[in-house]
C-alpha cells in the first residue's frame, strides 16, 4: 500500500514504515505525532483512490524524527571584465519524518 500526499505544499510518494524528508516544519517538537488529510492517490491491495482533489476519509499519520540542515545552494552574481563577484551560500532546515500508519477510507 502506497499514497501520494500533499505536505507543505510538496507532493511525496510514502508507504508505512518509511523514513523521508521534507521541507522545514514550523513549531517542530521531536516525537510529535502528525496528520494529514491531504491525500491525492491511495493505492490499496486491491483497489486504488482517486481523489478530487483529496480522497475523502483517508489520511496519513506520521512522527517528526528529526531536524537536518539541508544541501549548500551557492548564489553567485558576476559581471565580466569589472572585477565583480559575490558569492552568497544557503541552506534549508529539513524535517527528517517517519510515516507511522496509512488509514483507508
Avoid: H, W
Amino acid at each position: 500500500m502506497y499514497a501520494i500526499v500533499e505536505i507543505n505544499g510538496f507532493q511525496y510518494k510514502v508507504q508505512e514504515n518509511q523514513t523521508f524528508e521534507i521541507t522545514n516544519v514550523k513549531d517542530f517538537q521531536k516525537g510529535q505525532k502528525v496528520e494529514t488529510d491531504k491525500v491525492l492517490f491511495l493505492k490499496d491491495d486491491e483497489k486504488n483512490y482517486i481523489g478530487k482533489p483529496y480522497v475523502e476519509g483517508a489520511k496519513v499519520i506520521f512522527e517528526l524524527a528529526g531536524q537536518k540542515k539541508g544541501k549548500k545552494i551557492e548564489v553567485m552574481k558576476f559581471r565580466r571584465r569589472s572585477n565583480y563577484k559575490k558569492i552568497k551560500g544557503y541552506r534549508d532546515l529539513i524535517t527528517v519524518v517517519k510515516i507511522d500508519k496509512i488509514v483507508t477510507p
